[in-house]
């Protein structure tokens, strides 16, 4: 850390150093406002609901500009530079998908149990160096020479512009630095997947999305090993050959948006072990849960059909998608389930959970219009959740 020092400050006194995750080399162009650099904040016509920075007035403490110097390198999302020999961003490896990181008991446990073995990357050229380390950092070259300069991979090249006495940061310069790494053949580790229900499955990084579901969509995608990202599975053998203790907690993280706008935050925490009999009970409350959404689905769409014109069963079935559409009774579902999985998810009683699943399906069913009123009819609707939810009908 001594040796390195001065390569971790933004504006460092010998000139002949680079400042930290920046580009001296950049060729004389306008400066940009200091907002336009961390992605959640609006800057030009690009606006967001709850920020209200201006172009021009915005300024950020170093610390908080430091941080999202690293942020920008993997979260830069894509769009115009404004420059003609480079006019446009490309979209940093993990903009809009599903980050999986791990959290152990402390910090060295952390570190750890998100190291990505060498061996991971196709072609390993030595020495494989972090990019404040490099003496060149944007030399051409499409895939990383190992763990350390991936993750430091260099998608933007930046410079902070300040004046003297300035204990702030109000512009910058920025153009594209290395492009993305291929995929085929530097496989993320990080990203979580899935896989598509074509006769030939295909496994595709997940897009963060702000979704009722995400808990459920993404513990999915980790419990299953063809699809759960590969820093989980390093982090399992890693805990097995070591004998280091196995409880974590595994974070799934993501920007939803498009086309260089972010639209909110997924931040899914879910604590974690390594034991196969823990994922398998994981497993079997997930089957669960999906089969309470079947059987909301079912029901509420004889709902609908109750209040759609009697006469051609096209006509009626085209009707009764209007009042499915506003009820969204698949989106409240599985909102009306959170609370209880953020209590199950560590203890994982299997009976209470089956007892919230058919509690979500009752509460939101009895929300809707067409539900039954009189307590005969309540009665009926909680015998027939709890029969379909336990036993799966062919229909």
């Given at each position: 850390?001594?040796?390195?020092?001065?390569?971790?400050?933004?504006?460092?006194?010998?000139?002949?150093?680079?400042?930290?995750?920046?580009?001296?080399?950049?060729?004389?162009?306008?400066?940009?406002?200091?907002?336009?650099?961390?992605?959640?904040?609006?800057?030009?016509?690009?606006?967001?609901?709850?920020?209200?920075?201006?172009?021009?007035?915005?300024?950020?403490?170093?610390?908080?500009?430091?941080?999202?110097?690293?942020?920008?390198?993997?979260?830069?999302?894509?769009?115009?530079?404004?420059?003609?020999?480079?006019?446009?961003?490309?979209?940093?490896?993990?903009?809009?998908?599903?980050?999986?990181?791990?959290?152990?008991?402390?910090?060295?446990?952390?570190?750890?149990?998100?190291?990505?073995?060498?061996?991971h990357f196709a072609?390993?050229?030595?020495?494989?160096?972090?990019?404040?380390?490099?003496?060149?950092?944007?030399?051409?070259?499409?895939?990383?020479?190992?763990?350390?300069?991936?993750?430091?991979?260099?998608?933007?090249?930046?410079?902070?512009?300040?004046?003297?006495?300035?204990?702030?940061?109000?512009?910058?310069?920025?153009?594209?630095?290395?492009?993305?790494?291929?995929?085929?053949?530097?496989?993320?580790?990080?990203?979580?997947?899935?896989?598509?229900?074509?006769?030939?499955?295909?496994?595709?990084?997940?897009?963060?999305?702000?979704?009722?579901?995400?808990?459920?969509?993404?513990?999915?995608?980790?419990?299953?090993?063809?699809?759960?990202?590969?820093?989980?599975?390093?982090?399992?053998?890693?805990?097995?050959?070591?004998?280091?203790?196995?409880?974590?907690?595994?974070?799934?993280?993501?920007?939803?948006?498009?086309?260089?706008?972010?639209?909110?935050?997924?931040?899914?925490?879910?604590?974690?072990?390594?034991?196969?009999?823990?994922?398998?009970?994981?497993?079997?409350?997930?089957?669960?849960?999906?089969?309470?959404?079947?059987?909301?689905?079912?029901?509420?769409?004889?709902?609908?059909?109750?209040?759609?014109?009697?006469?051609?069963?096209?006509v009626q079935g085209?009707?009764?998608?209007?009042?499915?559409?506003?009820?969204?009774?698949?989106?409240?579902?599985?909102?009306?389930?959170?609370?209880?999985?953020?209590?199950?998810?560590?203890?994982?009683?299997?009976?209470?959970?089956?007892?919230?699943?058919?509690?979500?399906?009752?509460?939101?069913?009895?929300?809707?219009?067409?539900?039954?009123?009189?307590t005969d009819g309540?009665?009926?609707?909680?015998?027939?959740?709890?029969?379909?939810?336990?036993?799966?009908?062919?229909?």
């Open positions: 850390l001594n040796r390195w020092r001065q390569a971790f400050e933004l504006f460092p006194e010998d000139e002949a150093q680079r400042p930290f995750f920046q580009c001296t080399d950049m060729p004389t162009r306008s400066t940009s406002p200091i907002n336009k650099l961390p992605i959640h904040m609006a800057s030009g016509d690009t606006v967001t609901f709850a920020d209200h920075h201006v172009d021009g007035r915005a300024r950020l403490p170093f610390d908080e500009v430091a941080r999202n110097l690293v942020a920008t390198q993997f979260f830069g999302l894509g769009g115009l530079t404004g420059y003609s020999k480079a006019p446009s961003f490309q979209g940093s490896p993990w903009a809009y998908h599903v980050v999986t990181m791990l959290t152990g008991q402390n910090l060295l446990q952390t570190i750890l149990l998100n190291y990505v073995p060498a061996e072609a390993i050229n030595e020495p494989d160096l972090p990019t404040w380390e490099q003496a060149d950092p944007w030399r051409e070259r499409e895939i990383p020479d190992g763990p350390l300069d991936y993750l430091t991979w260099p998608m933007r090249r930046v410079k902070l512009v300040i004046e003297d006495g300035d204990t702030s940061c109000r512009d910058f310069m920025w153009l594209p630095g290395l492009d993305r790494p291929d995929t085929k053949t530097c496989p993320d580790p990080y990203l979580l997947a899935a896989m598509t229900h074509d006769k030939k499955p295909v496994r595709y990084f997940l897009r963060a999305e702000d979704d009722n579901a995400n808990w459920y969509n993404y513990l999915l995608s980790l419990l299953v090993s063809e699809t759960r990202s590969p820093i989980v599975t390093y982090a399992e053998a890693f805990c097995r050959e070591t004998g280091m203790d196995d409880k974590c907690v595994v974070r799934a993280v993501g920007v939803p948006g498009d086309k260089g706008r972010v639209d909110g935050a997924v931040d899914v925490n879910v604590p974690w072990s390594f034991d196969n009999a823990w994922q398998s009970e994981k497993l079997a409350m997930l089957a669960l849960a999906k089969q309470g959404e079947q059987v909301v689905r079912r029901i509420s769409y004889g709902y609908a059909m109750e209040l759609s014109p009697k006469g051609d069963p096209k085209d009707w009764a998608k209007k009042p499915i559409k506003s009820w969204d009774i698949q989106g409240r579902y599985w909102a009306s389930l959170i609370p209880d999985w953020s209590a199950l998810r560590s203890a994982g009683n299997t009976d209470a959970w089956g007892n919230a699943v058919i509690s979500a399906a009752y509460r939101e069913l009895l929300a809707l219009g067409n539900s039954p009123a009189g309540k009665i009926n609707l909680m015998k027939r959740l709890r029969q379909e939810v336990y036993e799966p009908t062919s229909t």
